[in-house]
């Protein structure tokens, strides 16, 4: 178990340890898809089929899209992220559509190539594939001394804001907790409905273990119409900060944690200020992983979480800073100790 209130603040370098795509790879592969043609009879020439066939149900004629969606693709190389693009054309609700579409089809099929795909109905996930990833790691961490007959304390003293449009986290756990506890689907949710799990900017679907279920992960969504009703769990950042009562309750998350550990994350500014709560903050342990990010903007990122996390004026002491250069896996090896 950890020692403590503890938040997982997760970005794309976390899902990349499952062979998801990173933010630039995932610009990269909306490019690909987005990169729409016609022939001379009017026929689709280039793009991503399915996201074509869903443009094609829509109110403006398939010509005004197809136009739309190739834009997109021509941008994508001067965008650092797909978030920010979409956040820049906040007032363009077409390629707000097209953006999003595009989105929720490459990580449903980046989920579906990943090593922690399980194939329907009644698979099982193979814990060896990803035994040397973090996944693994936080397991055992979370599952030290807690007997079968406290499961559904497991997740009593961690949360997760995960800034990621995969469910790779909740694939893993609800699969982990299955065969290390030996129980059953329905108890194994019992247990994680505990499990506090925010996504800024939404999911491609809920998963499939919540109420009211969306699609599994890495489902197939060829149905045009699904494919169109997913695109709406997509948010922009101007669209999440309107949610206000969401906002709070991540920023709650913040103020009373005891050790916050960024995995994977890319310490955008406007997803720091999401985070940033005006109450005072207890957290005395933080913890990063910084790959990627070179030395000098590795000292601006300590000084931006240091003003993401406001003290109390009477509390005289610092937060211990332990973010280093490595993946993910091995910042749990380095600290497994102090988690």
């Known amino acids: 178990m950890f020692r403590g209130r503890t938040l997982f603040i997760v970005g794309a370098g976390a899902s990349k340890e499952a062979n998801l795509p990173i933010g630039s790879e995932l610009t990269?592969?909306?490019?690909?898809?987005?990169?729409?043609?016609?022939?001379?009879?009017?026929?689709?020439?280039?793009?991503?089929?399915?996201?074509?066939?869903?443009?094609?149900?829509?109110?403006?004629?398939?010509?005004?899209?197809?136009n739309v969606a190739h834009r997109i693709s021509l941008a994508m190389p001067a965008a650092s992220s797909i978030d920010e693009f979409l956040?820049?054309?906040?007032?363009?609700?077409?390629?707000?559509?097209?953006?999003?579409?595009a989105?929720?089809?490459?990580?449903?099929?980046a989920e579906r190539k990943?090593?922690?795909h399980v194939d329907q109905?009644?698979?099982?996930?193979?814990?060896?594939?990803?035994?040397?990833t973090?996944?693994?790691r936080f397991f055992r961490?979370?599952?030290?001394?807690?007997?079968?007959s406290n499961l559904k304390s497991l997740y009593d003293n961690i949360s997760f804001v995960i800034f990621n449009y995969d469910r790779c986290v909740e694939q893993y756990l609800l699969y982990a907790t299955m065969l290390y506890y030996n129980v059953d689907e329905e108890e194994a949710l019992d247990a994680l409905a505990k499990l506090k799990i925010f996504h800024p900017y939404g999911v491609v679907g809920a998963f499939a273990w919540k109420p009211g279920s969306g699609i599994n992960f890495g489902d197939i969504a060829r149905k045009q119409k699904r494919l169109v009703m997913l695109q709406n769990g997509i948010r922009t950042y101007t669209e999440q900060i309107a949610e206000q009562k969401f906002v709070a309750q991540i920023r709650e998350e913040v103020t009373h944690a005891d050790a916050i550990a960024f995995l994977g994350f890319?310490?955008?500014?406007?997803?720091?200020?999401?985070?940033?709560?005006?109450?005072?903050?207890?957290?005395?342990?933080?913890?990063?992983?910084?790959?990627?990010?070179?030395?000098?903007?590795?000292?601006?990122?300590?000084?931006?979480?240091?003003?993401?996390?406001?003290?109390?004026?009477?509390?005289?002491?610092?937060?211990t800073f332990n973010f280093r250069n490595m993946k993910c896996y091995d910042l749990f090896h380095e600290f497994d100790m102090e988690l």
């Open 103 to 109: 989105i929720v089809q490459s990580i449903l099929e």
């Open 266 to 319: 890319g310490f955008h500014q406007q997803n720091i200020d999401l985070m940033t709560p005006s109450d005072p903050t207890v957290a005395r342990r933080l913890y990063g992983t910084t790959m990627g990010i070179s030395q000098s903007s590795s000292v601006f990122v300590n000084n931006m979480v240091a003003r993401m996390l406001p003290r109390p004026s009477s509390s005289g002491w610092e937060p």
């Open 28 to 66: 990269g592969i909306i490019a690909r898809s987005l990169k729409m043609e016609l022939d001379s009879v009017g026929h689709q020439a280039s793009g991503n089929k399915d996201i074509f066939a869903a443009l094609s149900e829509l109110p403006n004629n398939i010509e005004y899209y197809v």
């Open 114 to 116: 990943s090593l922690l």
């Open 87 to 101: 956040d820049v054309h906040r007032d363009d609700k077409d390629v707000q559509i097209c953006g999003k579409l």
């Open 134 to 136: 973090w996944f693994a």
């Open 121 to 132: 109905p009644r698979g099982m996930l193979d814990l060896s594939k990803v035994e040397n």
């Open 141 to 148: 961490k979370l599952s030290s001394r807690v007997q079968k």
